[in-house]
């Protein structure tokens, strides 16, 4: 099982081309269940229900999350539709194994305050603080995937359209679109920010670290902490509560769901309907505000 498990990684990173971090805990998520099956002498190719359950058991008991669990469960999914694409096996188990059931959870996002609080600290009169800038306006202006930005190339960018081309999970391509702030920072970034930092080094993604490389994930991530640090944001912000913030921004002002479910690459509508819930507790909340029937007898 080894052997196809090393298989699978590669072919989830080379040519389905999933996220760094997906294809990082699936692999892991695949060593620790090749190491249960061991342990309880199971055949990996044959596993029945029974064997699934005592697994799942195993995972609870180590106290993982149900939204760990939930991940485990579709790392096996897939791979378990390579062990079918490679003739190993005849059919998927793990398809008829449904995720344990999630605790709602609403997604963290910025108020305009903040938002504006973080843009405005940023020192833009240095190559890097110019290239920060550019990191914020265009996680907030287009809901990208932080797996995303760090795979922008210049070449993907329409800038006369103001539009750009992202290939998303399971290697499908969307476009999305950005407006005049993140087109005024792109501009200033690539005419000379950008070429500083390139130290007379060639690439064609976007994104430069401070050595003149590609700028990665990693990167990108503890920047955005370094900034929302010096903001002085007390909460923690991640570059994904950007992607939340725009696709909660977009309802607030009246795009319709289908729209911010393409924009945000979703596959499926239910999955873009969290948002939903944030917009409808804020309409609550300007109701309870502003009717001027409403008091808080009414409540």
Do not use: C, W
């Given at each position: 099982?080894?052997?196809?498990?090393?298989?699978?990684?590669?072919?989830?990173?080379?040519?389905?081309?999933?996220?760094?971090?997906?294809?990082?805990?699936?692999?892991?998520?695949?060593?620790?269940?090749?190491?249960?099956?061991?342990?309880?002498?199971?055949?990996?190719?044959i596993i029945n229900k029974d064997q699934i359950r005592l697994y799942l058991k195993y995972?609870?008991?180590?106290?993982?999350?149900?939204?760990?669990?939930?991940?485990?469960?579709s790392a096996l999914r897939h791979f378990y539709s390579y062990l079918i694409m490679q003739d190993v096996i005849d059919t998927n188990i793990f398809?008829?194994?449904?995720n344990?059931?999630?605790?709602k959870k609403l997604p963290n996002?910025?108020?305009?305050?903040?938002?504006?609080?973080?843009?405005?600290?940023?020192?833009?009169?240095?190559?890097?603080?110019?290239?920060?800038?550019?990191?914020?306006?265009?996680?907030?202006?287009?809901?990208?995937?932080v797996s995303e930005l760090e795979e922008l190339k210049i070449k993907d960018i329409n800038f006369a359209n103001k539009?750009?081309?992202?290939?998303?999970?399971?290697?499908?391509?969307r476009i999305t679109y950005y407006g005049e702030y993140a087109e005024k920072y792109l501009d200033e970034y690539l005419k000379t920010s950008r070429l500083n930092l390139l130290k007379d080094k060639n690439t064609d993604y976007l994104l430069i670290n401070n050595q003149g490389n590609h700028l990665s994930v990693r990167g990108i991530q503890e920047i955005v902490n370094k900034e929302v640090e010096l903001a002085s944001i007390k909460h923690h912000i991640s570059p994904h509560v950007l992607r939340h913030t725009f696709a909660t921004d977009l309802?607030?002002?009246?795009?319709?769901?289908?729209?911010?479910?393409?924009?945000?690459?979703?596959?499926?509508?239910?999955t873009t309907q969290i948002y939903t819930h944030i917009t409808n507790e804020r309409l609550r909340t300007v109701y309870l505000n502003t009717f001027p029937r409403q008091t808080e007898k009414d409540e």
């Open positions: 099982m080894k052997h196809y498990i090393d298989t699978f990684i590669k072919y989830l990173s080379n040519e389905k081309r999933y996220p760094e971090t997906t294809v990082s805990s699936y692999a892991k998520d695949l060593e620790n269940y090749n190491l249960f099956i061991e342990n309880n002498k199971i055949n990996y190719k995972l609870d008991e180590l106290d993982y999350s149900k939204s760990t669990i939930s991940r485990i469960l398809k008829t194994i449904r344990p059931k999630k605790d996002f910025l108020q305009s305050d903040e938002l504006n609080k973080i843009f405005e600290s940023i020192d833009t009169s240095t190559d890097l603080g110019l290239r920060n800038r550019l990191i914020f306006e265009l996680l907030y202006a287009t809901g990208l995937r539009e750009i081309r992202v290939i998303g999970k399971g290697n499908k391509e309802l607030n002002n009246g795009a319709d769901l289908k729209s911010v479910q393409e924009l945000l690459g979703h596959e499926s509508l239910s």
